[in-house]
């Protein structure tokens, strides 16, 4: 169950964090996108583009306010985390900062920045804010009953950014960890004991994840 006020701070956190993550000299590379030009696209849709689409397509686009409900949410878990008979994920639950950061802001273009490497978070626009996460699950079905669950993608989509639901912390949220795509694709069905010799650990939870790219944001 979400702690209502926990996640009211922690939309707070997350809407603070992002306002400091565009608050740099990258700003207008960072706040442009192609534009959304047909319905099934994965452009800026029309309610964020801010000005005009330009002869190559592209836009400035703004962050608005989400509205993603938490209910929203749990179904999408329901749907894709719990469909799984491992322990591992029938147990899953959202770290509730990742659920903040789902339902506070519909935001692009998120790329933290770490010393040799890069984590994007996935889009959530305002016409379609869940789907990225929910073809990140269709996508890694294995890795999702194993317990390991895709969050984020690892430098320029060399693997799924994951968490490690058998390693929960005290505030409900989970080690991180990535695997490389090659090392899945030669593995084919890969245990979860042969997946936990590929899972490349990263940082303690999502919480420090994001911490630790603060410093990041304004290079």
């Known amino acids: 169950m979400i702690n209502k006020e926990v996640l009211e701070q922690d939309r ?105 490497f890069t984590i994007e978070l996935p889009n959530l626009p305002s016409d379609y804010p869940l789907r990225e996460l929910r073809n990140l699950w269709s996508s890694s079905e294995l890795l999702v009953k194993a317990g390991y669950i895709p969050f984020a993608s690892y430098e320029d989509h060399a693997g799924p950014v994951c968490w490690d639901s058998s390693k929960p912390n005290d505030d409900n949220d989970y080690a991180v960890v990535w695997f490389d795509h090659d090392i899945l694709t030669e593995e084919g069905q890969p245990s979860r004991e042969q997946l936990e010799h590929y899972a490349q650990p990263l940082f303690h939870s999502f919480r420090e994840m994001l911490m630790r790219s603060s410093s990041s944001t304004r290079s």
């Not at 929203?72 to 985390?81: F, W």
């Open 12 to 116: 707070l956190f997350i809407k603070s964090w992002l306002d400091a993550y565009f608050d740099s000299p990258h700003r207008d590379i960072l706040m442009s996108h192609p534009a959304k030009m047909e319905e099934e696209d994965y452009g800026v849709p029309s309610d964020m583009q801010d000005g005009e689409v330009d002869e190559e397509e592209w836009v400035r686009w703004k962050m608005l306010d989400s509205k993603v409900t938490v209910d929203q949410i749990n179904e999408l878990v329901a749907s894709y985390v719990k469909s799984g008979s491992d322990t591992h994920s029938s147990s899953f639950s959202l770290p509730p900062l990742y659920t903040a950061y789902l339902s506070s802001r519909y935001v692009l273009n998120v790329y933290l920045r770490y010393e040799g």
